[in-house]
């Protein structure tokens, strides 16, 4: 039986995961890890991923018909925050899985049974690769063709903004398999390491590879990679994005609670970073307890719908109060002192709050006309 079975609350798993974390040998070199770069991290926390699932720590949670060891989902938001609190970095990969894993349980199982194990325990990564340079918050207007072939699919066109494409194995896809419009469109799976399938990744203001651009000529894919049905892409895309919202916003705001207690026993005492540092405080907790309430629901399998536009709206305050706060504390020593690297460079992408995963102006609309039934503009 693994070290994680048995566990009848989230609190109870807590605790016993605390206590395993803080004697396990294998654990205590990722304990205050800063990576020199992404692509060490990527390398380095595969071991983390290994361990955390053979162990049956971040199986819980998880179905058991695709290698879970079932149980309520918020097993797995407790698992991020017991790893925050432990200052041990939660794998990037972590934030793919939360996103793509319960899409593919619903609407591909087959795809499910087959790779998640292996997403899980870090032996391979996935990315997404949705936005064109034509087409970010507006995806009906994407134009990367799916051309039948056989008994699969041609991909041909153009993906940019995929994040960590440059280090995964996989990417889940949208491409236009009919007409224009949300109607055309079709998700797949696709394998990034084949002929006809260029990436590149993009350098972004922190001196990381955060992005990459996918150029696609011809790359195929198996009929079996559909995920759902053909011109289902839309609908699907709009389900993932409950999962997108609510659970990426869940384990961001342990790690915006994290990075201010760093700040806090690095800086010392200064009164005058109070106010911003109660601010940020404030935006974290609100987060905390916006998401949870979306965890909450996403636990007992509601279809959540626009309303999960706020969650995108309140991580973006938090990461910016949160950083801001940050830099003011530590003052000119976070500018100039070679210790505060690591921060410095989750400080410049948190830049990018605004922006990423859906931009800030659209969330507002979202909620302003599909929650709040405001009119629209003329």
């Known amino acids: 039986m693994s070290a994680a079975a048995g566990y009848g609350s989230t609190a109870e798993y807590m605790a016993a995961l605390s206590g395993w974390l803080a004697v396990d040998e294998r654990i205590q070199g990722y304990r205050g890890y800063r990576p020199a770069s992404l692509e060490e991290s990527a390398s380095r926390l595969k071991g983390l991923q290994a361990v955390l699932a053979d162990e049956g720590w971040s199986r819980l949670g998880w179905p058991e018909r695709c290698g879970g060891?079932?149980?309520?989902?918020?097993?797995?938001?407790?698992m991020f925050d017991t790893l925050w609190e432990h200052d041990i970095p939660v794998p990037e990969p972590f934030n793919t899985l939360e996103i793509l894993a319960p899409v593919m349980l619903v609407h591909a199982p087959h795809l499910a049974q087959r790779y998640f194990y292996s997403l899980l325990r870090g032996d391979e990564a996935w990315a997404q690769a949705f936005s064109e340079p034509d087409a970010g918050s507006d995806l009906a207007s994407l134009r990367t063709r799916m051309e039948p072939d056989g008994d699969g699919f041609r991909l041909t066109g153009q993906k940019v903004w995929s994040s960590f494409a440059h280090l995964a194995q996989r990417s889940v896809l949208l491409a236009r398999s009919g007409g224009p419009g949300h109607r055309g469109l079709t998700m797949v799976l696709i394998d990034l390491d084949q002929p006809g399938i260029d990436v590149r990744p993009i350098r972004s203001e922190d001196g990381e590879n955060h992005f990459s651009e996918i150029f696609l000529d011809g790359a195929h894919v198996p009929g079996d990679r559909v995920i759902g049905e053909l011109g289902q892409g839309w609908a699907i895309a709009m389900y993932m994005l409950q999962w997108e919202r609510g659970a990426y916003g869940w384990l961001q705001q342990g790690r915006f609670h994290s990075r201010l207690e760093h700040a806090l026993r690095l800086g010392g005492d200064n009164p005058?970073?109070?106010a911003m540092l109660g601010h940020a405080y404030a935006m974290?907790?609100?987060?905390?307890?916006?998401?949870k309430a979306t965890v909450d629901r996403l636990a007992e399998e509601e279809v959540l719908g626009p309303e999960v536009s706020i969650d995108k709206l309140l991580l973006v305050d938090a990461e910016l109060a949160t950083w801001d706060a940050i830099r003011h504390h530590l003052g000119p020593a976070f500018d100039l002192d070679e210790r505060f690297g690591w921060l410095r460079t989750e400080y410049f992408f948190s830049r990018a709050a605004p922006i990423y995963g859906g931009s800030q102006e659209i969330q507002r609309t979202l909620v302003a006309q599909r929650v709040l039934g405001m009119p629209r503009e003329k």
């Open 272 to 274: 005058g970073s109070a």
């Open 284 to 291: 974290a907790t609100a987060l905390r307890l916006h998401t």
């Open 69 to 78: 060891l079932g149980g309520d989902p918020r097993f797995r938001g407790a």
